[in-house]
């Protein structure tokens, strides 16, 4: 009986010492790292992470995981106390530093400039003043003030104007129903709107089409987009290739 407990105790404290090991190829993704996810994919806590966003944002999460396992198997750790990113990062280099990409031919370079182009067309803007966002009853006084000219020093200097602002970009800043608004207003008069964020007093002061973008024009920093598109795509199979080898399980 002694001997027996002794072995137990013994066996015990050998499995409290060395844990059994776990499977380094085996990557979780708990329910509490998506939340994690979801809680910091927009600061301004406006809208959650679609389905395909949160995807990527996990895919990106698990190639960082596996870099950095597979960093620390290589020794690319040793001596440096930084977090796993780090390591991860370091791994990223040496695996785009054996990337090689040729140059495309015009014939490649044109084809993925048709399907890019409208990166390099120059979009249609606007110009237009904005008073600080307030109730309606106060934008319909400030509207008041401003079309009689006795606004205060204090408005005036509040009052932004937001000059060569792509139209795409009113809609994700300001409300869909503002950029119409907006873009339905004649130049140069004073109107109340409505934005996401309360009620301004807005004046559309120029208004620019946009141009499509001339392959001739663009041609070199197209390559120089391409080429490194293609160097990533790359390095991305590449990380693709050694997550085969991985199992990565969801809660």
């Known amino acids: 009986m002694h001997f027996v407990l002794l072995g137990a105790i013994i066996f015990g404290i ?14 979780t993704v708990t329910k509490a790292m998506r939340k994690s996810f979801i809680d910091n994919f927009d600061e301004d806590k406006e809208r959650v992470p679609s389905d395909s966003e949160l995807e ?7 190639a960082s995981e596996i870099l950095y396992r597979e960093g620390k198997a290589l020794g690319v750790d040793r001596g440096d106390d ?6 991860a990062f370091k791994l990223q280099l040496l695996i785009f530093d054996q990337v090689r990409v040729a140059q495309p031919t015009e014939e ?12 390099f067309d120059e979009p249609e803007q606007v110009g237009f003043y904005l008073t600080p966002a307030t109730d309606e009853a106060t934008a319909q006084r400030q509207l008041e003030d401003i079309t009689g000219q006795r606004e205060s020093e204090e408005l005036r200097n509040q009052t932004r104007a937001i000059l060569g602002r792509p139209i795409a970009s009113l809609s994700p800043s300001f409300g869909e129903s503002f950029r119409d608004a907006l ?3 004649p130049e140069g008069q004073w109107k109340v709107v409505q934005s996401k964020e309360g009620w301004h007093v807005v004046r ?13 024009d663009v041609q070199e920093e197209a390559a120089k987009l391409w080429y490194s598109e293609e160097t990533r795509k790359q390095a991305w199979e590449a990380v693709s290739r050694l997550k085969a080898s991985y199992k990565v399980q969801y809660e």
């Open 14 to 27: 050998d499995a409290a010492l060395r844990p059994p090991a776990k499977d380094d190829k085996v990557i």
């Open 56 to 62: 990527k944002m996990i895919d990106s999460w698990v």
């Open 82 to 87: 930084m977090i796993r990113d780090r390591i």
């Open 108 to 119: 490649q370079l044109r084809a993925w400039f048709a399907d890019n182009h409208e990166r």
């Open 183 to 185: 873009l339905a207003m």
């Open 204 to 216: 559309l002061d120029s208004r620019r089409p946009g141009a499509l973008a001339k392959f001739e």
